[in-house]
Each structure stands twice: as C-alpha cells, then as structure tokens.
C-alpha cells in the first residue's frame, strides 16, 4: 500500500495491507445555499519456440497410428500472464493520485502481475489528450520483476522543461497484444485562466473572477473566498468554479471546498454544493449537462480514504449522485472503494473510471468475487447504470 500527503506511519501501515510482493526496486454571504440531496525503452522481438513431439515406434506399434499433436497444452487460465489494477502517484511508493498540479516532473505508473515470463511482450501506450504519445514494446524482464509482483518503476517525466504539460494523460496496458489495464492522471494548469470562444475568464489575486470579452473589454465578475478551479461550459455563457474556504475551527484541519455556476451576461451566481460535500476535481461532459466531481480530501486511515464519485445533472442542480444511485454494489462492501484515477468521458452522457480499494487481496483471502469489484467501471447517466469494464 502505498499513500500520498499522509504522515508515513500510516503509509507503513497501509503497505501491509498489499497482496502482492514488490519485487522491484468564502462564498457571498447573501447567496443562497440550496436543498442538496445526494442519491444515495529499447523494443525487442519474442522467440517462442513450439514444443516438438516426439514418439518411439517399438515392435508393436501400430502403423496405422496418427502422430501425437505438436501444439502445447492450453495454459491453464489461473496461468494466463496478467496485468492488474493501475494506477499513478508522484514515487513508485505512494498510494493513488488522480491529479497532480502543473509543474509536477515526475509521475509513476505503479500495477499488479502475476503469472509473467520472459516471453511475454508487453506493450504501454500513452496518450495525451486523446492522441498517442508514447508507446513502448519490450519482453518481460523476468530476471528483474520475476512471475509475480507489482511494478513501481515507469515514469513519464519532464525534468529538462517546466514539468509535464497540463493536459489528460492514459496509460494502456498490453501483454502478447491482449488490452490489460488503462487509467488516466491529469495535470492541473495553475494559472486559473480559461477560454471560451473569444472570451477570456480568470482569476486575481485567487479571488477575483475576472472577464474580458470579444472587443478587449474588461470587468470583475466576482469574489471569492479562494478560487482554485474553473471552468466554462459549452454554451460559452455559463461558467463553473470552486471556491475554497476556511476549514471549520472544531472540524477537520482540511480546508473544504463548494461548487458555483455563474451567468457571465447577468451576473446571477447559484451554489450547486454544500461545503461537506467538499466538491472539487470536477469535468464537465462535453453537451455541458453533467459534472463529475472527485469530492473528499484524500486523507485516509487504514483501509479508508476520503474520495468520492460524485455526479450532477445541471438540469437537476439540487441532486448529487453517488455510486449508490448506479446499483454498482461497490457501497455495500466493507472494503471502502473509491476512485483511483482521473477517469474519462466516453460520450455525453458515459463516463469510465476505475474504482479500487485497500484492505482485499488473494493473500488476505479476499473472496474472488468481492476481487472482481475492484474494477473499471462505465457509468450511464441516461439510463443510470454502472458496469465493470475489466481492469
């Protein structure tokens, strides 16, 4: 197990919880805050050499007898070679990030395999906002990572520039050509600046919303406690951000975080979350319709972490939506799952993610089925279904 911006005792604690081995190195006063209702790299070519038959005719043997197959034996499916639950974090030792802030150099693919050999060829494939970036094809080193283990050695980084670019990244995973596993990080601009058309929207001194539109024109749009994201919706009117506040005296030390949409024509600003949601790392569908939101404040304790899947349809702004809403089952596990990438939409209304958990592996004697949950999973905002796309 491995954490980020966790003390290292509880990092410690949470390796112990791994199966496999690593075998390698404020908001305006006067708005409105409404009902919410949450429902619940070098490339090398593989030799595999077929195994030959033989057969020895003694006196009685049978002129007539056919020759014995050539082909080997199936491989037994517990024997398939396989690449399992990915992810990304700043060290090939910390536990799951989604996203990193603009300037980060360095970022690890860290995942599970078991069953591997030297025969086998793997292939990773990055993209970089949906365009191929990097791709890299390579045997096995078995000397190196051995059958089973996981992997906390591959990086993409930049330490020449000014870190990686901002931007969505994927990594795909293949073993002898067959998909295994893919996840997705992404990289934060901090400048808070975003366009849409010929406007221009951002943010000074981190509370000031700012606007300039077609003809140069400049205004203040608003203020904030802290605006730490942004971002404009399709119809080039609407505009959405997050604004961090104090965290509460009594309460936990994290500071807490609120969702707005603003009409940049009339000014009429409307709260879409309370500040317990703690709504943040949101994406927008490409219609404009839905927000995916990666809620909570990372901070874990054991087998917990504190990070949500959250949706909200902005033709029904009152009404989060949570893995319970989608029937997944993941909610009535005691396992803890959570989002462990950044995710991706797939269409207007499909989103896909990938949901893990601490605390279950093969060697806690997990049951297979409850393994099975730890997933990628597709999510249906017009029919309100979920389903486990494989790893």
């Known amino acids: 197990m491995r954490h980020l911006h966790l003390p290292i005792w ?12 690593n075998l390698t190195s404020s908001n305006d006063a006067t708005a409105t805050m409404p009902a919410v209702t949450i429902a619940s790299t070098a490339t090398r070519e593989s030799t595999v050499t077929a195994i030959p038959a033989t057969m020895t005719a003694g006196p009685t043997a049978l002129p007539e007898a056919s020759p014995l197959p050539t082909d080997p034996p ?5 024997q398939v070679p396989v690449f399992r639950d990915l992810y990304f974090g700043p060290s090939g ?5 989604p996203e990193f802030p603009q300037g980060t150099e360095e970022v690890f693919a860290i995942w599970d395999y078991d069953n591997m050999s030297g025969d ?9 906002n949906g365009a191929e970036w990097l791709v890299r094809e390579e045997n096995w080193d078995s000397v190196k990572y051995g059958p089973a283990g996981y992997v906390s050695d591959i990086s993409v980084f930049d330490f020449e520039g000014s870190g990686l670019e901002p931007a969505l990244y994927e990594l795909a995973l293949y073993i002898n050509g067959n998909f295994q596993a893919a996840a997705t990080f992404e990289i934060r601009a901090s400048d808070l600046s975003a366009t849409s058309g010929t406007q221009l929207a951002w943010v000074e001194q981190g509370h ?3 606007l300039e539109d077609a003809g140069g024109n400049q205004r203040e749009l608003l203020r904030a406690e802290a605006i730490v994201e942004l971002l404009w919706l399709p119809d080039g009117r609407q505009l959405l951000y997050v604004n961090q506040e104090p965290a509460e005296p009594t309460g936990p030390p994290w500071r807490r975080h609120t969702l707005w949409l603003v009409d940049t024509q009339t000014g009429a600003k409307e709260s879409l979350s309370p500040a317990n949601l703690n709504v943040r790392r949101i994406s927008v569908s490409d219609d404009g319709r839905y927000v995916r939101a990666l809620a909570g404040s990372d901070f874990g304790d054991a087998c917990f972490v504190d990070r949500k899947l959250l949706f909200l349809d902005l033709n029904e702004p009152t009404v989060w939506l949570d893995l319970a809403a989608f029937d997944t089952g993941l909610n ?5 799952f959570f989002p462990s990438d950044a995710g991706r939409w797939l269409s207007d209304h499909d989103f896909e993610i990938n949901m893990r958990a601490y605390c279950m592996s093969e060697g806690m004697e997990t049951p297979p089925e409850d393994l099975a949950l730890m997933s990628r999973y597709r999510f249906d905002l017009e029919t309100m279904t ?3 796309a494989g790893n």
């Open 10 to 21: 509880l990092s410690l604690l949470l390796v112990a919880c791994r199966g496999g081995a």
């Open 74 to 78: 199936p491989t037994p499916v517990n």
């Open 93 to 97: 030792e910390s536990l799951s990030q």
């Open 208 to 210: 000031i919303l700012m």
């Open 120 to 128: 086998d060829v793997v292939r990773r494939v990055w993209t970089k």
């Open 332 to 336: 009535e596990q005691p396992y803890g």
């Open 386 to 388: 979920a389903v486990a």
